[in-house]
């Protein structure tokens, strides 16, 4: 059991987190799952709820004994390191508003683990990846939507969520598409010929009325088209063409980067591009080696 006070102040903490750094509704779902399962762990841990004043209290031995608990319930090295992440801002925030020093949280170092990134494709098996999805439905109408979505990844560089989002003003598809991701910030996206025909197709087959509030990909029975049916046929058609299985939707937009540089982008525009918060980001995003990073490097920034 929490105490109201830490209930109240995880609240509290929680609507700072959207007023003041926007954060998504899946972030916030996810930071009060982290931390409320550290602060009943505290509890249990001392056998007693625990009020903002004994939380002020927590000792260097009690953040190994809840990592400890945590690494023997199964959960891998980048979980928890995220769960900590979590615990760290909420205590960071707390220690300042109520005037104390959290030092014995925030001084917990978590754990290694190997960033896993996904593999781009080549640009021959993302075209023939497209072409197999388009002959995985039966339904003509369906082919096209699920081709659609596909190469809006690859070639405007969106996170699946992004691309179900549109709406049906969005189409016909521009030039440019204003992008609302990841804490809601706002990108603008050139659309290929390709996005936009392929897009068009769809519509001109999808039985669904497109109107103002509807979203532009429908599902089977007109409803809002969620990410399952895209991962899955993506899924059937890497295993007809032997692909490995890092081959799923996100890795579309990964190699929509990786094409990018590897034709001599700019690791500043992909950065804009993709809707990246900071340059590190798309450098690990683009996982490209340290040869070709110094060589756009030093053609951005030439030495005197």
């Given at each position: 059991?929490?105490?109201?006070?830490?209930?109240?102040?995880l609240q509290t903490w929680l609507e700072h987190q959207r007023a003041l750094k926007n954060a998504s509704d899946n972030t916030l779902t996810a930071y009060r799952g982290d931390v409320v399962e550290f602060l009943a762990f505290i509890t249990e841990h001392k056998g007693a709820p625990q009020g903002l004043g004994a939380l002020q209290d927590i000792a260097l031995s009690d953040m190994r004994a809840w990592m400890a608990q945590s690494?023997?319930?199964?959960?891998?090295?980048?979980?928890?390191?995220?769960?900590?992440?979590?615990?760290?801002?909420?205590?960071?925030?707390?220690?300042?508003?109520?005037?104390?020093?959290?030092?014995?949280?925030?001084?917990?170092?978590?754990?290694?683990?190997?960033?896993?990134?996904?593999?781009?494709?080549?640009?021959?098996?993302?075209?023939?990846?497209?072409?197999?999805?388009?002959?995985?439905?039966?339904?003509?109408?369906?082919?096209?939507?699920?081709?659609?979505?596909?190469?809006?990844?690859?070639?405007?560089?969106?996170?699946?969520?992004?691309?179900?989002?549109?709406?049906?003003?969005?189409?016909?598809?521009?030039?440019?598409?204003?992008?609302?991701?990841?804490?809601?910030?706002?990108?603008?996206?050139?659309?290929?010929?390709?996005?936009?025909?392929?897009?068009?197709?769809?519509?001109?087959?999808?039985?669904?009325?497109?109107?103002?509030?509807?979203?532009?990909?429908?599902?089977?029975?007109?409803?809002?088209?969620?990410?399952?049916?895209?991962?899955?046929?993506?899924?059937?058609?890497?295993?007809?063409?032997?692909?490995?299985?890092?081959?799923?939707?996100?890795?579309?937009?990964?190699?929509?980067?990786?094409?990018?540089?590897?034709?001599?982008?700019?690791?500043?525009?992909?950065?804009?591009?993709?809707?990246?918060?900071?340059?590190?980001?798309?450098?690990?995003?683009?996982?490209?080696?340290?040869?070709?990073?110094?060589?756009?490097?030093?053609?951005?920034?030439?030495?005197?």
């Open positions: 059991m929490i105490s109201p006070a830490a209930r109240d102040a690494r023997g319930t199964g959960i891998g090295a980048r979980s928890l390191a995220r769960k900590l992440s979590a615990v760290k801002a909420f205590y960071r925030w707390l220690a300042e508003r109520e005037g104390f020093e959290a030092t014995a949280v925030l001084s917990v170092r978590a754990p290694k683990f190997q960033k896993k990134l996904p593999r781009p494709l080549a640009k021959d098996a993302a075209r023939s990846l497209i072409d197999t999805i388009g002959i995985q439905s039966e339904q003509p109408w369906i082919a096209a939507r699920d081709v659609a979505v596909v190469t809006l990844l690859w070639g405007c560089g969106l996170r699946i969520s992004e691309a179900l989002s549109l709406k049906g003003p969005d189409a016909p598809l521009p030039d440019v598409l204003r992008i609302f991701g990841k804490g809601n910030k706002e990108r603008v996206v050139p659309v290929l010929p390709a996005a936009r025909e392929s897009v068009a197709v769809y519509l001109q087959l999808c039985p669904h009325a497109q109107t103002a509030d509807a979203p532009l990909f429908r599902a089977v029975r007109g409803g809002a088209l969620g990410p399952g049916p895209i991962q899955k046929v993506m899924a059937r058609a890497r295993m007809q063409l032997g692909l490995p299985a890092s081959a799923t939707p996100h890795a579309m937009r990964h190699s929509f980067a990786t094409h990018l540089l590897d034709a001599g982008g700019d690791l500043r525009a992909i950065q804009e591009l993709l809707g990246h918060a900071s340059l590190s980001t798309t450098q690990a995003y683009t996982a490209v080696d340290t040869a070709r990073l110094m060589e756009v490097y030093d053609r951005a920034h030439p030495r005197a």
